[in-house]
């Protein structure tokens, strides 16, 4: 284990990227500092770690997404924190960030059907990137017909939301 500022650890890009933007998305939405004070930082962190690995003068999270976005929140950006740094390939970091994000989300799994609807939505929008952008497939097993059965949305219509545009959102499309 190494500390390393805030500062020097970024988001990732590219397919690990895309799957931390749903892993954030997903997550229960409570402030931080409604169940998490600073002094517990260090125990979330031995729980809960945080990969990086280095890229060029940086480092990229590339595993234990939300705990970074929570440590993140928390400190100042010149203050350390714990991680692990891995040289890992790219394949293997996405797959284990890929099971780490399906597993969670099901293990988890919302008891309000709005709220399953929009995990498998998410979820449906991510596989589908990744295998257009990427030409990554996830396990058969997570397929968008088992996954809707896992989550008991079997028979269920589900439909993307569709949020109206405000004024502004119409003015500034059409420029």
């Not at 500092?33 to 990229?60: C, G, N, Q």
């Not at 896992?150 to 269920?156: A, D, F, Q, S």
Request: proline content about 3%; aromatic content about 6%.
């Amino acid at each position: 284990m190494e500390k390393l500022s805030l500062s020097k650890i970024k988001s990732p890009s590219g397919a690990l990227g895309e799957i931390e933007r749903v892993t954030v998305a997903i997550t229960n939405q409570l402030p931080v500092t409604a169940w998490l004070d600073v002094e517990l930082v260090e125990i979330l962190l031995k729980y809960h770690p945080v990969f990086v690995r280095k890229v060029s003068r940086h480092y990229e999270v590339v595993s234990g997404f939300r705990a970074f976005h929570t440590v993140s929140t928390l400190l100042e950006s010149d203050e350390e924190i714990r991680v692990r740094i891995t040289s890992a390939e790219e394949p293997s970091l996405v797959r284990g960030a890929l099971f780490e994000l399906f597993s969670h989300s099901l293990m988890h799994c919302a008891d309000a059907m709005e709220a399953r609807e929009r995990v498998y939505q998410q979820l449906k929008k991510l596989s589908t990137s990744l295998r257009d952008k990427y030409g990554i497939r996830k396990p058969t097993q997570l397929s968008t017909r088992e996954l809707k059965a896992i989550m008991g949305l079997e028979g269920r219509r589900i439909a993307p939301s569709k949020r109206r545009k405000s004024e502004l959102q119409r003015i500034m499309e059409s420029r």
